[in-house]
């Protein structure tokens, strides 16, 4: 415990120490400046990567529209990873070295993310994941890993209580996804703790129900549920995987509320079991009824929507909206840290980027302030936010961090 | 409570198995007249429940559906056949395998393209949605015409098999090529014939699944061909009947497995029976005599 | 000199090939194998655990890894003795199904959070290692027991009434290949410096075999072209963006009905020296 508060605290310095000085601008007009980002545009979460792709390309047009970073252009370079760790790390590897980035988003899912971090370490450029939520990967891979996502154990801890006390929870079951690291984490650790924590009695402790990723089949497991007659679920599994257990559950007629994690945010959701209420933490949905979220989701969608190799009637999601933010970022940094874009100064202008990212920078992103922590995870406010009548609605605003005003504006 | 959820599970199980009997039939009268494992099955099946899905959702009766997605995936079988099979039939084992993962990949990408990579999800209505309960056990209208459709398949597939010309063709290049050719049978025209009647089973597991489960990706074929090669394995590639045996036997034991023991073990339980069954008895539970059993790779 | 992305592809390619070798080993008996990720899985898990929880150094830990991945070769061929073409390669499967599963619910080496805090080796330490394997399979290739193998593989029958051991050189390619995928595991954990179960699935495996098959089957080295192959082409076909795997699908189809005996064979080979000597 000591160890720990020294080492936050020592990080804590470092951090302050490393807040960049106003740096004179250098007009950069001719030059470009270059991101890279890496996306799963083939395989199973083609989708994410081929949205991710369409965000991004407005992104570069907008920036370049309003004129550059400091005259310059901005360029993004993006590649499909095709989630798969050794195309993540391959092509990290491309952007840094071939195309010469400053910064690096992506890449998406967290088995992507811990191979990739250790090389972002190596290469010495910055890589921020979009979608990864498995506890602790950015933190074990300082300096140079970050994720514009939060850590699960962090938000599971103030959406619990929040619908033990709306739907009056005095005992709970969870089902999890085994294969899945991160919904495992959550649902083999993260969340029996919590419910312990706030008196709530955890009725598959002993043997907890789980399935595997890709399986067709959950009916055995909602049996078991279902004959342990819970107030409510703890549904820990990314989306695709959880309307599967959602739609078994309503075969069986099983009414109890559901409550998840971050991965349970998607538009796809809504459409499994409408008649059932379910609560996620979200930093991002659609409908959120905030200007620049607004701003964002009208000018993405019939972008994404024209997009020949995605559903007609796609919308943009939490890891869209993630990685526009990465980049945002990465724009304001090249412009407010004074990049060079010069190739002889490119360690120099990767290691601004980092610093940058560390420091506490007055970022916007689309739901409100965003800054990274010492555990390179990102500081923001989100939402609890329910499914009903076909869209999500926000309960209650909250913020990642415990500390007071962290996300205020 | 005890007996009515148990009760319950073995249904659950029926209906998975009912599932992995078509799609290891579909496996097997490839591999039991052929040889071969055609690995592209599990997209078949996968594209047969997209096209379903597809022709319900746009308000095609299912009585028209599952005949027309069962056309389509036989389409696509017999296309792998002329290209990936026909010209590699008188290679080893392994090519014509690897081919037909070629043809997967195809399938896979063009799904993606066409449907997207998250979860189409389809709403009964109607007919289609009752339930009937009795007590604590419910059964819906859809396992039933699941049970239908799969017995039913299964006795058509063996008349033909064992009762028409066509049958005996396919037994005949099964047991010889060159002396089915002498006895009058065209082993190019029944190898068609192996791959389409394939195909049509697996066309028809994934409408199956799809108004089933009503939730399908293009990527459901991956885990559940595998599921299906062991219940092929355990039933016995040679026999019609024995993965109309192994399919519920599988079924049951994995939603067994996932109720009285744990969701973990499962797979582990399922291969480990299959192992056990090909040194126990490497023909199938069913099989006919083991000298049948593999040819040389 | 070489960019890291293309060292990185050379170091993935490495291990592929590794992977290849491990296949053609065992396939030269004739006996298919659709289960070596299961060994990778081994050696990858075991070597790991030996370097960061045990505090050993790589080298014998490969070593080490290898020789259990061996033992478990050793257990799968005695039964796969029975079985014959098709059948042993589902046997095999469902081996490296079960061997992954074991993995994903085995929690000291993580379950499915996956294993991690190796210490990365260099391009060179996996190109010497590949080396090495590659050697000694083609050193093998021009001695008695090989020709033996082969022997068993033409004609098993014959070969046992001629009074050779067919049992013993069965099971010795089974632990051979065993060993080799171990080693491939144990470079690709040191490698990536974060293994999950989900790296070693069916997949992975028929990978293996379809980098030895494109190249060809029938000589060793062609596992080298076939490797190359399986890692280069995704990397040209990246302008296809959303169509690139199917036209991989395609790709592959074709280059298996133009050459079904893989690109390399041994009248390939034949023909290089026919000319030698012509010229």
Same mark, same amino acid.
């Given at each position: 415990?000591?160890?720990?508060?020294?080492?936050?605290?020592?990080?804590?310095?470092?951090?302050?120490?490393?807040?960049?000085?106003?740096?004179?601008?250098?007009?950069?007009?001719?030059?470009?400046?270059?991101?890279?980002?890496?996306?799963?545009?083939?395989?199973?979460?083609?989708?994410?990567?081929?949205?991710?792709?369409?965000?991004?390309?407005?992104?570069?047009?907008?920036?370049?529209?309003?004129?550059?970073?400091?005259?310059?252009?901005?360029?993004?370079?993006?590649?499909?990873?095709?989630?798969?760790?050794?195309?993540?790390?391959?092509?990290?590897?491309?952007?840094?070295?071939?195309?010469?980035?400053?910064?690096?988003?992506?890449?998406?899912?967290?088995?992507?993310?811990?191979?990739?971090?250790?090389?972002?370490?190596?290469?010495?450029?910055?890589?921020?994941?979009?979608?990864?939520?498995?506890?602790?990967?950015?933190?074990?891979?300082?300096?140079?890993?970050?994720?514009?996502?939060?850590?699960?154990?962090?938000?599971?801890?103030?959406?619990?209580?929040?619908?033990?006390?709306?739907?009056?929870?005095?005992?709970? &079951?969870? %089902? /999890?996804?085994?294969?899945?690291?991160? $919904?495992? *984490? =959550?649902?083999?650790?993260?969340?029996?703790?919590?419910? !312990?924590?706030?008196?709530?009695?955890?009725?598959?402790?002993?043997?907890?129900?789980?399935?595997?990723?890709?399986?067709?089949?959950?009916?055995?497991?909602?049996?078991?549920?279902?004959?342990?007659?819970?107030?409510?679920?703890?549904?820990?599994?990314?989306?695709?995987?959880?309307?599967?257990?959602?739609?078994?559950?309503?075969?069986?007629?099983?009414?109890?509320?559901?409550?998840?994690?971050?991965?349970?945010?998607?538009?796809?959701?809504?459409?499994?079991?409408?008649?059932?209420?379910?609560?996620?933490?979200?930093?991002?949905?659609?409908?959120?009824?905030?200007?620049?979220?607004?701003?964002?989701?009208?000018?993405?969608?019939?972008?994404?929507?024209?997009?020949?190799?995605?559903?007609?009637?796609?919308?943009?999601?939490?890891?869209? &909206?993630? %990685? /526009?933010?990465?980049?945002?970022?990465? $724009?304001? *940094? =090249?412009?407010?840290?004074?990049?060079?874009?010069?190739? !002889?100064?490119?360690?120099?202008?990767?290691?601004?980027?980092?610093?940058?990212?560390?420091?506490?920078?007055?970022?916007?992103?689309?739901?409100?302030?965003?800054?990274?922590?010492?555990?390179?995870?990102?500081?923001?406010?989100?939402?609890?936010?329910?499914?009903?009548?076909?869209?999500?609605?926000?309960?209650?605003?909250?913020?990642?961090?415990?500390?007071?005003?962290?996300?205020?504006? | 409570?005890?007996?009515?959820?148990?009760?319950?599970?073995?249904?659950?199980?029926?209906?998975?198995?009912?599932?992995?009997?078509?799609?290891?039939?579909?496996?097997?009268?490839?591999?039991?007249?052929?040889?071969?494992?055609?690995?592209?099955?599990?997209?078949?099946?996968?594209?047969?429940?997209?096209?379903?899905?597809?022709?319900?959702?746009?308000?095609?009766?299912?009585?028209?559906?599952?005949?027309?997605?069962?056309?389509?995936?036989?389409?696509?079988?017999?296309?792998?056949?002329?290209?990936?099979?026909?010209?590699?039939?008188?290679?080893?084992?392994?090519?014509?395998?690897?081919?037909?993962?070629?043809?997967?990949?195809?399938?896979?990408?063009?799904?993606?393209?066409?449907?997207?990579?998250?979860?189409?999800?389809?709403?009964?209505?109607?007919?289609?949605?009752?339930?009937?309960?009795?007590?604590?056990?419910?059964?819906?209208?859809?396992?039933?015409?699941?049970?239908?459709?799969?017995?039913?398949?299964?006795?058509?597939?063996?008349?033909?098999?064992?009762?028409?010309?066509?049958?005996?063709?396919?037994?005949?290049?099964?047991?010889?090529?060159?002396?089915?050719?002498?006895?009058?049978?065209?082993?190019?025209?029944?190898?068609?014939?192996?791959?389409?009647?394939?195909?049509?089973?697996?066309?028809?597991?994934?409408?199956?699944?799809?108004?089933?489960?009503?939730?399908?990706?293009?990527?459901?074929?991956?885990?559940?061909?595998?599921?299906?090669?062991?219940?092929?394995?355990?039933?016995?590639?040679?026999?019609?009947?024995?993965?109309?045996?192994?399919?519920?036997?599988?079924?049951?034991?994995?939603?067994?497995?996932?109720?009285?023991?744990?969701?973990?073990?499962?797979?582990?339980?399922?291969?480990?029976?299959?192992?056990?069954?090909?040194?126990?008895?490497?023909?199938?539970?069913?099989?006919?005599?083991?000298?049948?059993?593999?040819?040389?790779? | 000199?070489?960019?890291?992305?293309?060292?990185?592809?050379?170091?993935?390619?490495?291990?592929?090939?590794?992977?290849?070798?491990?296949?053609?080993?065992?396939?030269?008996?004739?006996?298919?194998?659709?289960?070596?990720?299961?060994?990778?899985?081994?050696?990858?898990?075991?070597?790991?655990?030996?370097?960061?929880?045990?505090?050993?150094?790589?080298?014998?830990?490969?070593?080490?890894?290898?020789?259990?991945?061996?033992?478990?070769?050793?257990?799968?061929?005695?039964?796969?003795?029975?079985?014959?073409?098709?059948?042993?390669?589902?046997?095999?499967?469902?081996?490296?199904?079960?061997?992954?599963?074991?993995?994903?619910?085995?929690?000291?080496?993580?379950?499915?959070?996956?294993?991690?805090?190796?210490?990365?080796?260099?391009?060179?330490?996996?190109?010497?290692?590949?080396?090495?394997?590659?050697?000694?399979?083609?050193?093998?290739?021009?001695?008695?027991?090989?020709?033996?193998?082969?022997?068993?593989?033409?004609?098993?029958?014959?070969?046992?009434?001629?009074?050779?051991?067919?049992?013993?050189?069965?099971?010795?390619?089974?632990?051979?290949?065993?060993?080799?995928?171990?080693?491939?595991?144990?470079?690709?954990?040191?490698?990536?410096?974060?293994?999950?179960?989900?790296?070693?699935?069916?997949?992975?495996?028929?990978?293996?075999?379809?980098?030895?098959?494109?190249?060809?089957?029938?000589?060793?080295?062609?596992?080298?072209?076939?490797?190359?192959?399986?890692?280069?082409?995704?990397?040209?076909?990246?302008?296809?963006?959303?169509?690139?795997?199917?036209?991989?699908?395609?790709?592959?189809?074709?280059?298996?009905?133009?050459?079904?005996?893989?690109?390399?064979?041994?009248?390939?080979?034949?023909?290089?020296?026919?000319?030698?000597?012509?010229?």
């Amino acid at each position: 415990m000591l160890k720990s508060m020294m080492t936050a605290a020592i990080l804590g310095v470092a951090a302050m120490t490393a807040v960049p000085v106003a740096v004179q601008a250098e007009d950069l007009t001719g030059k470009t400046v270059k991101f890279g980002a890496i996306v799963p545009a083939s395989g199973p979460f083609a989708e994410w990567g081929r949205a991710n792709t369409v965000a991004l390309k407005m992104l570069e047009k907008q920036v370049n529209e309003a004129g550059g970073i400091n005259g310059a252009k901005m360029e993004i370079v993006i590649y499909d990873d095709g989630a798969k760790p050794a195309q993540a790390v391959s092509m990290l590897r491309k952007l840094a070295d071939d195309d010469q980035v400053l910064a690096v988003a992506g890449p998406a899912t967290s088995s992507a993310v811990e191979v990739a971090f250790p090389v972002a370490n190596q290469l010495g450029i910055v890589s921020v994941s979009q979608n990864s939520s498995k506890p602790g990967v950015a933190a074990a891979n300082r300096p140079w890993g970050f994720r514009n996502t939060v850590d699960e154990a962090k938000l599971a801890r103030l959406v619990v209580p929040f619908f033990a006390k709306t739907f009056d929870v005095k005992k709970a &079951a969870i %089902i /999890y996804d085994a294969k899945d690291a991160t $919904a495992s *984490a =959550a649902g083999a650790k993260i969340f029996p703790q919590i419910l !312990a924590d706030n008196g709530i009695e955890n009725l598959d402790a002993d043997t907890p129900i789980s399935f595997n990723t890709g399986d067709l089949d959950v009916s055995a497991q909602v049996t078991k549920l279902r004959s342990l007659q819970p107030d409510a679920v703890v549904l820990s599994a990314d989306y695709s995987q959880a309307i599967t257990v959602l739609r078994e559950m309503k075969r069986q007629g099983m009414k109890t509320p559901v409550v998840g994690s971050t991965q349970l945010m998607s538009s796809a959701i809504l459409a499994a079991y409408p008649e059932l209420p379910i609560v996620a933490p979200t930093t991002f949905f659609a409908g959120l009824d905030v200007p620049a979220v607004k701003t964002f989701t009208d000018g993405v969608t019939p972008l994404m929507r024209a997009e020949k190799n995605l559903p007609g009637t796609i919308e943009p999601s939490l890891f869209d &909206a993630n %990685i /526009y933010e990465i980049v945002s970022l990465f $724009a304001q *940094a =090249a412009k407010e840290a004074g990049v060079t874009a010069a190739p !002889a100064d490119l360690a120099a202008d990767r290691t601004r980027i980092r610093d940058y990212m560390a420091s506490e920078s007055d970022f916007v992103g689309l739901g409100g302030k965003v800054r990274f922590a010492a555990d390179g995870d990102a500081v923001k406010s989100f939402f609890i936010v329910q499914a009903k009548d076909g869209k999500w609605t926000s309960l209650e605003t909250a913020c990642s961090s415990p500390e007071a005003d962290a996300c205020a504006q | 409570m005890g007996v009515s959820i148990f009760i319950q599970q073995v249904l659950n199980g029926l209906t998975l198995g009912a599932v992995y009997t078509l799609i290891a039939l579909a496996f097997s009268l490839v591999m039991g007249i052929l040889g071969i494992l055609n690995l592209a099955i599990s997209e078949i099946f996968m594209i047969g429940a997209f096209i379903g899905f597809s022709l319900i959702m746009s308000g095609v009766p299912v009585w028209l559906a599952l005949p027309g997605a069962m056309a389509v995936a036989a389409v696509i079988s017999m296309v792998i056949a002329r290209i990936g099979y026909e010209p590699l039939r008188n290679a080893s084992h392994i090519t014509p395998m690897l081919s037909t993962l070629g043809f997967s990949m195809i399938l896979q990408n063009f799904a993606t393209n066409t449907w997207g990579s998250d979860p189409m999800q389809l709403t009964l209505e109607g007919w289609l949605d009752t339930r009937f309960h009795f007590g604590l056990v419910s059964l819906s209208v859809v396992q039933i015409v699941v049970f239908a459709v799969t017995l039913g398949l299964c006795v058509l597939t063996a008349l033909l098999i064992q009762r028409t010309d066509i049958g005996r063709g396919l037994r005949a290049v099964a047991e010889n090529r060159d002396v089915s050719r002498i006895l009058g049978v065209r082993p190019r025209r029944m190898i068609l014939v192996a791959f389409a009647l394939s195909g049509l089973l697996a066309g028809a597991a994934g409408v199956l699944v799809g108004l089933h489960y009503s939730v399908i990706t293009p990527y459901i074929g991956v885990d559940i061909g595998l599921k299906a090669i062991a219940v092929m394995i355990v039933g016995g590639a040679t026999n019609i009947w024995g993965a109309l045996l192994a399919g519920p036997i599988i079924g049951i034991l994995e939603v067994l497995t996932v109720a009285y023991g744990g969701a973990a073990m499962r797979d582990f339980i399922v291969y480990g029976m299959m192992i056990a069954i090909l040194l126990v008895r490497p023909q199938g539970l069913l099989g006919g005599s083991s000298k049948t059993s593999g040819g040389r790779v | 000199m070489m960019s890291s992305y293309q060292a990185g592809l050379v170091a993935d390619g490495s291990i592929l090939l590794l992977g290849a070798l491990s296949v053609y080993v065992i396939l030269s008996t004739g006996q298919l194998s659709l289960g070596n990720a299961g060994f990778m899985a081994i050696g990858a898990y075991l070597s790991s655990w030996l370097t960061v929880s045990a505090g050993m150094p790589l080298t014998p830990a490969i070593v080490v890894s290898a020789a259990v991945s061996a033992v478990f070769g050793l257990i799968i061929g005695f039964p796969a003795l029975r079985l014959k073409g098709l059948y042993l390669a589902m046997a095999t499967l469902g081996f490296g199904e079960m061997v992954r599963t074991f993995f994903l619910n085995f929690e000291p080496t993580g379950g499915a959070g996956g294993f991690s805090g190796m210490e990365h080796v260099p391009l060179w330490y996996i190109l010497g290692w590949t080396a090495f394997v590659l050697a000694c399979v083609m050193i093998c290739e021009r001695t008695r027991w090989w020709l033996e193998i082969r022997a068993v593989n033409d004609d098993e029958l014959a070969a046992g009434l001629v009074g050779m051991n067919t049992t013993v050189t069965k099971l010795m390619a089974f632990m051979t290949g065993a060993a080799i995928a171990a080693v491939a595991g144990a470079l690709l954990a040191h490698q990536n410096l974060y293994i999950e179960p989900g790296n070693f699935g069916f997949d992975r495996s028929t990978e293996f075999v379809l980098a030895m098959i494109l190249g060809g089957s029938s000589l060793a080295a062609g596992s080298i072209v076939g490797a190359a192959l399986l890692i280069m082409l995704p990397e040209l076909l990246r302008d296809f963006v959303d169509w690139r795997i199917a036209i991989f699908g395609a790709l592959l189809v074709a280059v298996l009905l133009v050459r079904r005996q893989g690109i390399l064979d041994r009248n390939v080979f034949g023909l290089a020296k026919f000319w030698r000597r012509a010229n």
